[in-house]
């Protein structure tokens, strides 16, 4: 019997992918809502597929793939998020990811991403990549972006948010000193001068 772990923190997006999941014949279907959730639910149901969201609450979504694939945990994982592909569908892929589907996308992506995970394929997204699709400033900036860590790109989008430092170092279960160091570190990364620069650089790119 096909068994899945959705993990979302929105109780509306589970439903919706819960309906998806019935139609293409899962018939055990488990939720979890943060991401030190997933690890345990994983071990303990063996599911066929994790639906995994990337922005979700105690470990994103970056983390749990690197956990899984460091804990080698045999688990087909498609990424749905609301996440800008450009900059994570790759990181995902490099961490183990078998499919990348934006939440932008109609519900269809989904339904095909989880047919051809199921069947052995993967299932991503073409990116653009030509000169004529990104403009230099674009390119520069995306250049700059990829090259970040992973908890580098998680900082940088809470600080581009607005949270502060001690609010991110709460959530990321960091010290406050640790997370000055990291925005500095991006300030340096990025070429910008304040956190100012840092959101717009954000918002340029979708980032938030």
């Not at 998806?20 to 071990?43: C, Q, T, Y």
């Not at 995970?117 to 990549?129: D, E, H, I, K």
């Amino acid at each position: 019997m096909k068994s899945v772990l959705v993990v979302d923190d929105h109780p509306v997006i589970r439903g919706a992918v819960k309906i998806v999941l019935k139609l293409e014949g899962f018939k055990r279907i488990h939720e979890a809502s943060s991401g030190n959730e997933v690890l345990p639910m994983v071990r303990e149901h063996k599911p066929h597929l994790l639906i995994l969201d990337l922005n979700i609450p105690s470990l994103d979504g970056l983390d749990v793939l690197a956990r899984i694939k460091a804990g080698e945990v045999p688990c087909r994982v498609v990424i749905f998020s609301s996440q800008e592909p450009m900059f994570y569908q790759e990181r995902c892929m490099r961490a183990g990811a078998a499919a990348y589907v934006a939440k932008t996308n109609d519900l269809q992506h989904l339904h095909k991403a989880v047919q051809a995970v199921m069947a052995g394929y993967t299932y991503f997204t073409r990116l653009p990549t030509s000169s004529v699709s990104l403009s230099a400033v674009q390119r520069s900036e995306k250049q700059m972006i990829d090259k970040l860590s992973d908890r580098e790109l998680t900082i940088f989008q809470q600080l581009a948010r607005g949270l502060s430092n001690k609010a991110i170092a709460e959530i990321m279960h960091l010290s406050h000193k640790t997370v000055s160091t990291y925005k500095t570190r991006l300030t340096e990364k990025l070429n910008v001068e304040s956190s100012v620069h840092l959101r717009d650089l954000a918002r340029r790119n979708h980032l938030i």
